[in-house]
C-alpha cells in the first residue's frame, strides 16, 4: 500500500481545504446541502483509515485483530459513500420530476441496502498480501465491495437517464465522473494491484461536486430578503397613502363641481364672491396637493436645506405621541399612523420640526372638547431624499374661510430666526407655525370646514446613508458584476412612447430605466448611479433634452453619451444638436431600427 501513499497524502490536504470551506460558511438548509455535508465526512473519514490502514496492514500477521478491524471498517465507508452518492443523485433525479413524497421512502431503502450489505460483508474473509512494493488486500469481502458499488451506480445512471431531457443538469456531472474515472481506476489496480486510488477518486469527486451542488451566499440571501420585506411593506405604505390623497382629491373636486353647478342660480353679487372665494379656496388646496405632495418630478436636493444633525424621523414622531397621549382627555380619541417607509435616520432640525407639529396638536386639542384628532406621518423617497408629509386632522368645529386665507397669508411680518431661536420649545399659533416650516424649506396647508379642520406639512430632508442603503449598493454592485449588460436611462413624458421604445431596448438585453421627468436624469447622476447611455425625448412638459444635457455637463465627471429623439420636421436641425453636445439623433419615425442603429454604436 505504500505506493499509494502520495495520491493519499495529496488528498488529504485538499480534502481538509474543502471541509474548512464549506462548513465555515452557513448554508442553505436542503437535503442536497445536507447530504453532500454527510459525503464529505464520510470521505475524509474513509481516507483516515486508509492512511491507518497503509500502516497498520503491514502488522496484520502480530496483530490481526487490529489490522483485520480496521480493512473492514475502511470497506464499510468505501460502501457507506458509494451508498450516499447514489441517494444523493437519485434524490435531484426525484427533486427534478417533482416526486418528493418518494425521497424519505427511497432513502431509507438505501439504509437498509446499506445495512445489508455492511452486514454481509462483516461475516465474509478478507486476505492481506504483500510482496515488496505490492500491497493490498483481496477476498470475497472485498468483491461484495465492488458488486454492491457497480449495483449502486447501475442505480444512479438509471435515475439519471429517467431525466435524459435534464441530462445536462450540472448535480449529474458528479456521477458521470464518478463513473469514468471509476472505470479507468478499477483497469489500472487490476495490472497494478499496489496502486490503490479507490479513495482517491471518491475524494476528487466530492470536491468537485462542491462546484456542482446549490451554494448562494447565505448572509447575501438573507438581504435579499430583508430588502423584499421592506419593499414589501413600502408598496403597501404608498398603495395606502396614494388611495388617501386620491379621495382627498376627489372631494374638493366634487365640491367644485357642486359650487359651480349652484352658482348658475345666484344672482346676488354677494353670494355669488362668497362661492367664487370658496372655489379658489379648494383650488389653492389642490394646487397645494398635486404640486407640494404628490410632484415626486420637483423632487431635488438642491433646494435642501442640509443641516449638519441628524435625527431618527420615527423615534421623534413616536416621542410626539407618547407626550401628546398624556395630554388628551379621556373624550378625546388621539391616532397615530407613522409609516414604515420612513429612512431610520434623516438630516434636519428636529428641535423646530417637533415644535411645529407639537404646536398643531396643541391648536387641534384646543379646539376639539370631544371627538378625534388623528396624526398621520407618510414620507416619498426618492435619490437619498425623503419627503415628510405630515397630517394632523381634527373634528372641531373649524374656522371660516377668512381664518385659514389669515394663516396662510404670506404678507405679514415673517418670523426671523432670532425670534424663533427665542421662542424654542414654545408653542406656536398655526400662522406661526406656517412660518416656521417655511424657513426649514417646506410647506403648510390649511383646510377647515364644519366637519374639522386639517393641517398638511410638507418637508424635504436629505436621508442619512444606514446600513440598509450600504448593503443595496452591494446588491447593485454583485449585480452588475453578474450581469454585464448595457444600463440605458431614457426620459420621456408620453407613457406610450417611453414603454414602446423600453420594449425595442430590452430586445437587445439592455437593463432599462424609464422616467417621465427630465430631472430624474439630473437626480440619477448626481447620486452617481452610472449608465452606459441616456435617451432623452427632445421636448417634455418640464424639461427640455437641450436643458437636461446643460445640466449633465455641469458635472465635470459626467462622460455618458446622451442621444435626442426628435420628430421629423425637426431633421433640419439635426446638426444643431449634435453641436450642442448629443452625441447622436433617433427619428421617432423609425423608432426600432434607430434604437438598433444606436444599440449597434455604443
Known amino acids: 500500500m505504500s505506493t499509494g501513499k502520495f495520491f493519499l497524502f495529496e488528498a488529504l490536504i485538499y480534502l481538509l481545504l474543502l ?32 492512511i491507518v490502514l497503509d500502516f497498520v496492514g503491514p502488522l496484520y500477521q502480530t496483530t490481526p485483530i487490529l489490522s483485520y478491524s480496521v480493512a473492514k471498517i475502511y470497506l464499510i465507508f468505501l460502501l457507506l459513500w458509494a451508498t450516499t452518492l447514489c441517494a444523493y ?83 449529474f456531472l458528479p456521477l458521470v465522473v464518478f463513473v469514468i474515472f471509476g472505470s479507468v481506476c478499477s483497469a489500472i489496480q487490476y495490472f497494478n494491484p499496489g496502486l490503490l486510488l479507490a479513495t482517491a477518486v471518491h475524494v476528487f469527486v466530492t470536491f468537485l461536486m462542491y462546484f456542482t451542488i446549490e451554494n448562494p451566499d447565505v448572509q447575501m440571501m438573507e438581504e435579499l430578503y430583508k430588502n423584499k420585506k421592506l419593499i414589501e411593506k413600502s408598496n403597501q405604505d404608498t398603495s395606502n397613502f396614494l388611495f388617501r390623497m386620491t379621495q382627498e382629491i376627489k372631494k374638493p373636486v366634487k365640491d367644485i363641481i357642486g ?33 407640494d405632495a404628490l410632484d415626486v418630478s420637483s423632487m431635488t436636493t438642491k433646494r435642501l436645506k442640509i443641516y449638519d444633525s441628524r435625527y431618527n424621523a420615527i423615534n421623534i414622531f413616536k416621542e410626539i405621541e407618547y407626550r401628546f397621549e398624556q395630554q388628551v382627555d379621556k373624550k378625546v380619541k388621539f391616532n397615530c399612523v407613522i409609516s414604515n417607509v420612513l429612512p431610520s435616520y434623516l438630516y434636519g432640525d428636529s428641535i423646530k420640526l417637533k415644535q411645529a407639529v407639537n404646536s398643531i396638536l396643541a391648536n387641534a386639542l384646543k379646539h376639539t372638547a370631544t371627538g378625534e384628532i388623528n396624526l398621520e406621518v407618510n414620507g416619498i423617497i426618492k435619490y437619498g431624499v425623503c419627503r415628510l ?118 430586445n437587445h438585453d439592455a437593463e432599462v430605466s424609464g422616467s417621465l421627468f427630465g430631472r ?83
Open 389 to 506: 408629509i405630515i397630517t394632523v386632522s381634527d373634528t372641531s368645529a373649524g374656522m371660516s374661510i377668512e381664518e385659514v386665507n389669515n394663516i396662510l397669508s404670506l404678507n405679514s411680518e415673517e418670523l426671523s430666526q432670532i425670534d424663533l431661536r427665542n421662542r424654542d420649545g414654545e408653542m406656536l399659533s398655526l400662522k406661526e407655525v406656517k412660518k416656521l416650516i417655511a424657513l426649514l424649506g417646506g410647506n403648510l396647508m390649511v383646510k377647515s370646514d364644519e366637519e374639522g379642520t386639517t393641517v398638511n406639512i410638507v418637508l424635504e430632508q436629505k436621508i442619512v446613508e444606514s446600513k440598509e442603503t450600504e448593503i443595496s449598493k452591494k446588491l447593485e454592485s454583485y449585480e452588475q458584476s453578474l450581469y454585464r449588460n448595457k444600463k440605458v436611462m431614457v426620459v420621456d413624458d408620453d407613457a406610450k412612447e417611453l414603454a414602446k421604445i423600453t420594449t425595442f431596448l430590452e
Open 259 to 291: 359650487v359651480s353647478a349652484e352658482l348658475q342660480n345666484y344672482n346676488s353679487v354677494d353670494e355669488i364672491k362668497e362661492k367664487i372665494r370658496y372655489i379658489n379656496n379648494i383650488g389653492t388646496e389642490l394646487d397645494y396637493l398635486i404640486n
Open 19 to 50: 471541509v474548512v470551506v464549506f462548513f465555515s460558511k452557513r448554508r442553505l438548509r436542503n437535503l442536497e446541502n445536507k447530504i453532500y455535508s454527510y459525503l464529505i465526512i464520510i470521505a475524509l473519514i474513509e481516507l483516515v483509515l486508509e
Open 89 to 171: 443523485i437519485v434524490t435531484i433525479a426525484l427533486q427534478i420530476k417533482r416526486k418528493q413524497k418518494l425521497i424519505k421512502k427511497v432513502n431509507r431503502f438505501f439504509i437498509v441496502f446499506f445495512i445489508v450489505f455492511a452486514l454481509i460483508d462483516s461475516a465474509l474473509p478478507i486476505y492481506f498480501y504483500y510482496e515488496g512494493d505490492i500491497a493490498y488486500t483481496y477476498g470475497s469481502s472485498v468483491n461484495l465491495i465492488y458488486l454492491a458499488t457497480v449495483l449502486f451506480c447501475f442505480i444512479a445512471c438509471v435515475s439519471v437517464v429517467w431525466n435524459f431531457r435534464n441530462f445536462k443538469d450540472k448535480r
Open 520 to 602: 430624474d436624469v439630473i437626480e440619477k447622476i448626481a447620486s452617481n448611479i452610472k449608465y452606459d447611455l441616456i435617451i432623452l425625448d427632445d421636448e417634455t412638459s418640464t424639461f427640455s433634452a437641450l436643458d437636461v444635457l446643460k445640466e449633465l455637463k455641469k458635472n465635470k465627471k459626467f462622460h455618458t453619451p446622451v442621444v435626442v429623439m426628435i420628430d421629423d420636421n425637426k431633421e433640419f436641425i439635426k446638426l444643431h444638436y449634435l453641436q450642442d453636445g448629443f452625441a447622436d439623433c433617433i427619428m421617432k419615425s423609425k423608432l426600432e431600427s434607430e434604437v438598433d442603429r444606436i444599440m449597434k454604436r455604443f
